[in-house]
């Protein structure tokens, strides 16, 4: 069921009593997930465990040399991609009238917002 349908059935069921402009926010909060190609490629990829101990055998001096250490930021970065990425897909497998909870919207912005920023970096 595709998030467009979930929200058009639940907001007939519920249209007496939320207004129309919140609910209309509420759309367009979540359409935005749907509008990044990128954040849906991301959200499907499977996370991959980082555990302290690869990340200090990374920074150890044998492994110090500069390539590695760009590779190792690299592989961060794309993981940090993947995690925020599944984040926001969670966010949107929420049901509609807690999803609509304005705390949960800002927290929601702030990860689309994140993980725009990053992609770009």
């Not at 059935?9 to 367009?28: G, L, M, N, P, R």
């Not at 990340?55 to 150890?60: Q, R």
């Not at 509609?96 to 920023?117: G, Q």
């Amino acid at each position: 069921m595709s998030i467009y349908r979930y929200l058009s059935t639940t907001a007939k069921s519920t249209s007496k009593i939320f207004q129309a402009h919140s609910f209309s926010e509420v759309v367009k909060q979540f359409s935005k997930f749907s509008s990044h190609d990128e954040l849906i490629e991301y959200s499907q990829r499977p996370i991959d465990y980082c555990y302290a101990n690869r990340m200090i055998e990374t920074c150890s001096s044998t492994h110090a040399t500069p390539f590695c250490l760009i590779k190792s930021a690299e592989d961060l970065h794309n993981q940090l991609l993947v995690r925020i990425a599944h984040c926001i897909s969670y966010f949107q497998s929420l049901p509609f009238l807690p999803a609509a909870n304005p705390t949960l919207l800002s927290l929601h912005d702030r990860y689309l917002k994140l993980f725009e920023s990053l992609a770009n970096f």
